[in-house]
């Protein structure tokens, strides 16, 4: 069993799901962290980091954000509070008339692993997925801007097809390449 | 003497103009700190007092943003990396068609004392200054969002009128509270 800290449930659930497959079992420490202001979510997972106590297990934590090409990678760190104050709208409103609609959801997982993984120090692993913004919002699943972003390839957003998403998603890379590490030690030969 | 402790020369500049009324010197630490991030100005400047050495003389950090009602606060704690990213264009786009215009500059000043002025812990003094976004960029003077806040009771914005800036802004405000404070240690009857 290792340990997700993380105070927002769609992750966690997520993550559940993709360690089950690895027959992990995940619990979840439901508290938030220290975020530092950073230019990169690397920097905010370092950080935070250090402030993740030994409990014993291994523990992990996650930050994502979206990175828009033409808005220089707003919303980007902040993605949570644009979310909540602008929001989807907002950032629809800003991307009117706007040609260039890349952008990419970056995930960051920081592991820390203590008793049975050794004491590995800021194990960082990276998901990420490329995409466009849609012209408008659609779609109902999911969360945050997953309803304004269409993965490359595809046509539909994140939340018209979370089955999709599930498969492909940042987070979904960050946290496989978690699982993939650790499973040895969890289950080994 | 006390420090600034800033990596913006404008804010420097501002501040140092504001001692010298009190006769007081203001020395610069060109160094940035660590900020988290929080909901409030006030939080941030209080976690980062914490990462403040002694230097023996006293030191101080600010922290300042705006916050525009009709965008829930945004840009609000985060207003540097949304100035380096959106900027006053994307500011003005989210705006448009918007009829509550009205939005805050806030300041957040945290000063930690050492010999001479006791050891004070995170004392905190804020500034204020209410007022409205205009419907475009004016004027040159002072920097980040300036040209596109037009304090309360006036019809010019901060770029348009540096010397009216100087004189009512948030950072005036929280400034001089500061200074009044420090002036009977640096000052003795």
Do not use: C, W
Request: charged share 30%; aromatic share 14%.
């Amino acid at each position: 069993m290792i340990y997700f800290k993380t105070s927002n449930p769609h992750k966690f659930d997520e993550a559940k799901e993709i360690f089950k497959r690895y027959g992990i079992e995940l619990g979840q420490i439901p508290e938030t962290y220290r975020e530092i202001q950073a230019d990169s979510l690397e920097e905010v997972v370092k950080d935070a980091l250090k402030t993740i106590e030994n409990i014993g297990r291994g523990v992990f934590i996650e930050d994502a954000g979206l990175f828009i090409k033409a808005l220089n990678g707003f919303p980007g760190v902040y993605s949570s509070y644009i979310e909540n104050t602008i929001g989807n709208d907002g950032i629809l409103k800003l991307m009117e008339d706007v040609d260039d609609r890349s952008a990419v959801f970056m995930s960051v997982v920081g592991f820390k692993g203590f008793k049975g993984f050794r004491d590995f120090d800021a194990m960082i692993f990276k998901g990420e997925v490329k995409g466009e913004i849609a012209f408008e919002s659609r779609g109902t699943e999911g969360f945050g801007y997953d309803p304004i972003f269409i993965p490359e390839g595809y046509k539909k957003t994140f939340a018209e097809d979370f089955e999709l998403k599930t498969r492909i998603s940042h987070r979904r890379r960050a946290i496989e390449k978690l699982a993939r590490f650790i499973n040895p030690f969890i289950n080994p030969r």
